[in-house]
């Protein structure tokens, strides 16, 4: 391996490290859960819109009726008075309005089936949002648990390295001050026993 691509592994370990480190769950989870969310809003709002535009070809339909009864009405009309040229051109117009019905009803037909099928889909995506936002809160709750868990044990980790640092300190100091007692009461002895002069008392005598 070359030593670039040996930094180069090296450089992308330690960028993974950090990015790790400094990568909380919790946020990449309420950021996933915001995607959802807003892909879910678009999906609603594409409901709306088909929806919007099946009620927009019902209305179609129901003017384009209402003509058509009212070119019926007026060829009966016409025929009634003997004109027949007009009870033909008011066939001939319903007619053309017939068709024109039939084709906004196939039209209509497929918004509504496109709707239904968007709002089947909108209902399961709108399930997997919820799921996943119990998941998500109970995971943040559960991680949130842990990192406190982990911060007492760190705590007292560091607790019982002082510890132990300061019963060394402890240990130092009994046996120093041990060590000076002995000192003390062994000069005691020898003074005593006239081993040692002391020179805080009044002088003996020659013999002494």
């Known amino acids: 391996m070359s030593v670039m691509k040996r930094l180069s592994m090296i450089f992308r370990s330690k960028a993974n490290n950090a990015l790790d480190k400094m990568e909380d769950p919790r946020e990449t989870l309420d950021y996933s859960y915001q995607r959802q969310l807003e892909l879910l809003q678009k999906v609603r709002r594409g409901v709306a819109d088909v929806a ?113 640092d300061v019963g060394l300190a402890i240990q130092r100091a009994e046996d120093k001050t041990a060590s000076m007692q002995a000192r003390a009461g062994a000069i005691d002895e020898l003074l005593a026993s006239g081993a040692l002069d002391d020179f805080s008392g009044q002088r003996g005598d020659d013999i002494q």
């Open 52 to 164: 919007t535009s099946r009620k927009r070809v019902e209305l179609q339909i129901n003017q384009i009726e209402a003509q058509a009864r009212k070119l019926e009405e007026q060829g009966r009309k016409a025929l009634g008075v003997g004109r027949e040229d007009l009870a033909r051109e008011a066939l001939t117009r319903r007619s053309s309005l017939q068709t024109q019905i039939a084709e906004l009803r196939v039209q209509h037909d497929n918004l509504q089936g496109e709707e239904e099928k968007l709002t089947t889909a909108s209902h399961r995506l709108q399930a997997k949002v919820d799921s996943f936002r119990t998941r998500k809160e109970t995971i943040k709750a559960t991680y949130t648990a842990a990192e406190a868990q982990t911060r007492i044990n760190e705590a007292f980790s560091g607790i019982s390295e002082e510890m132990g």
